[in-house]
């Protein structure tokens, strides 16, 4: 399968690691993003990326877009949902693409294979090719029949802005002010907040 991989993907899965399910759905989402918002990969923070969960999809969808969170334009929310909002600063569109594959739904492969790997059988080979069937048929599925694409509903975000460091009355450490918390009447960092 790995002939048919057009660059993009390539350079994905070395920045990644490894091709996988979650890999090859963000890469994906990613392209329909763009396709859908009329964009290109942008050199700074002009396409803006929300991400509902922390999977592998995250970096298909950092690697393609060029959102990242140092840039504040990768905005991660912990819903656990393969649901993923994109929007373009300069035209001001945004779209949200959920991922509904059914494919493999009634698959009972995986749930086999997890009982043989629970009991102590090497099933690595075996589940290896599972992965490699599901993302076979993610690269080759038609994104109407397993994307559900739709305009964002939710405002566009706001541009990321610097903000001011204020140092740690406990640990010393410099953090941003906005993250401070007050402690006996001293700003705190979160983790010494937390500690007490």
């Known amino acids: 399968m790995e002939n048919t991989f057009d660059a993009d993907l390539r350079d994905v899965v070395q920045f990644h690691g490894h091709l996988c399910p979650g890999l090859a759905l963000g890469y994906r989402v990613a392209k329909a993003a763009l396709r859908e918002l009329n964009a290109e990969r942008p050199q700074d923070e002009e396409l803006v990326a929300v991400v509902e969960n922390d999977s592998c999809a ?19 929310r912990d819903y656990g949902k393969h649901v993923y909002s994109f929007y373009n600063r300069n035209s001001g569109k945004g779209v949200r693409i959920s991922e509904d594959f059914r494919v493999f739904e009634n698959d009972s492969r995986y749930g086999e294979l997890r009982k043989r790997q629970q009991a102590g059988e090497d099933v ?13 048929a993610i690269l080759r ?9 739709e305009p964002a509903s939710l405002p566009l975000p706001s541009p990321a802005r610097i903000r001011a460091s ?9 953090f941003m002010e906005s993250r401070a ?7 705190v960092c979160i983790s010494c907040f937390e500690k007490e």
């Open 181 to 187: 918390r007050v402690m006996g009447g001293k700003i």
């Open 124 to 136: 690595s080979r075996e589940m290896e090719e599972f992965k490699m069937d599901k993302v076979a």
């Open 58 to 76: 995250a970096d298909a969808i950092q690697f393609i877009t060029g959102a990242t969170f140092g840039k504040g334009n990768l905005i991660f």
């Open 166 to 174: 204020v140092r740690c009355a406990m640990c010393g450490e410099r």
């Open 141 to 149: 599925t038609d994104d109407r029949d397993f994307l559900k694409i």
